[in-house]
């Protein structure tokens, strides 16, 4: 999300008067690339950037693309192949070993429903949201790369196919997608390649404690775009010169979740290192939703919170609850305990161990048997929330 939210930044600055932008989304990966599927960067004619869709290595030549594709206002999709190092038409040894797909859409800004538009709503669901993007059809049947049918968390359906033979196979196809990348969907006209996107909103970290070694957590946390919120008992802590990016809560112990939105990409961390407030904290979280509760201190110290929690504390809670917190990295710094909890909480919403990846046995990112086409695996919070996004 910190990818958008940059996008956003300098759309916003951008002087229209003076330049024309695009936008470039990886919409299919074959075999390995640098960056997965929904990687997105912004262009400006004059040559600038804001994002990625590799390592470096294609952004200059989807800048001429994104110039040409501004000229003709039309949405074009650009096809990299990197298999071959030696023999690649950049003349440069890109290291992927893959295929990848870039949609390039001009964008016009006085257009409610351009795609960067699109995105400014993305940025602020608390909820996951659904896309289906148009990148291949038959120019006959009046389609075009860039059609979108999207849902946003209680929000009606919006397309760009109405009274069209495609809508209908593509909501359906969307509502089951589990994963990001392209599927061929069949409809009464023929079929189409659309790129189905699911998109989690940005974590939302929650700190129990504003001590100094909340700071870097904070810090981190901001940085990659995550909304961070700071809540303790003792307003002299909740400074925010402390804590610039972060959202501020004063609250007593017993009052915290009253005053602060919780919801199914919450991950809280409670480490105040005060025994009876970080017991109400997470007395106070058993009851959420929260996927992850992250619990600074030893193993003895939970153990007793357990006993006193009694039956307040389940079994499936066990699962969600980390104690010790963070990653095994041998941190010992507030800012390597810091680096280790945001791996941990990274790894937990990515269906991740947090192991080396030189010891896994599979790919890294899932992957089609017969076409070697990567899908790109995200956290999707179940039940009622699931339901009000479809």
Not at 195 to 222: C, N, Q, T, W
Request: with cysteine.
């Amino acid at each position: 999300m910190k990818e958008i939210k940059s996008i956003l930044a300098s759309y916003e600055k951008t002087d229209f008067s003076k330049t024309r932008t695009a936008l470039a989304t990886v919409v299919r990966v074959q075999g390995s690339s640098y960056r997965s599927v929904g990687a997105r960067m912004l262009m400006t004619e004059d040559g600038q950037w804001t994002g990625s869709i590799s390592g470096g290595c294609l952004e200059g030549d989807a800048l001429r693309k994104a110039r040409k594709a501004i000229r003709s206002e039309s949405p074009m999709v650009v096809r990299y192949d990197t298999m071959d190092d030696e023999n690649n038409s950049f003349g440069l040894g890109l290291g992927c070993n893959g295929i990848i797909d870039i949609l390039i859409e001009p964008i016009n800004p006085t257009k409610d429903n351009n795609p960067v538009a699109l995105l400014k709503d993305l940025a602020e669901i608390t909820e996951s949201a659904r896309m289906a993007t148009l990148i291949m059809a038959d120019a006959s049947n009046d389609l075009k790369p860039g059609m979108r049918y999207f849902i946003l968390p209680g929000s009606e359906p919006q397309s760009d196919f109405i009274n069209t033979s495609i809508e209908g196979p593509v909501a359906e196809a969307l509502e089951k997608a589990e994963m990001s990348g392209v599927q061929l969907v069949n409809h009464p006209g023929g079929s189409v390649e659309v790129f189905m996107e699911l998109i989690p909103p940005p974590i939302h970290l929650v700190i129990y404690g504003a001590g100094f070694d909340a700071r870097p957590l904070a810090k981190l946390a901001s940085y990659l775009g995550w909304n961070v919120t700071v809540t303790d008992e003792c307003v002299a802590h909740l400074l925010p010169v402390f804590f610039p990016d972060a959202s501020l809560k004063f609250c007593e112990r017993n009052k915290s979740n009253k005053e602060i939105q919780l919801h199914d990409y919450t991950a809280a961390v409670i480490m105040s290192h005060g025994y009876d407030y970080d017991l109400a904290a997470l007395k106070s979280l058993l009851p959420s939703k929260v996927p992850y509760i992250g619990l600074l201190g030893p193993k003895k110290r939970f153990e007793k919170m357990q006993k006193t929690l009694g039956a307040e504390i389940k079994p499936k809670d066990l699962n969600r609850v980390h104690n010790p917190i963070g990653l095994d990295i041998g941190a010992e710094t507030p800012e390597e305990i810091a680096f280790a909890i945001i791996s941990e909480i990274k790894a937990r919403f990515n269906y991740r161990s947090g192991g080396f990846l030189k010891y896994r046995t599979g790919p890294i990112h899932q992957r089609d048997a017969e076409s070697d086409q990567v899908f790109k695996h995200i956290y999707l919070s179940g039940g009622n929330s699931k339901s009000r996004s479809l």
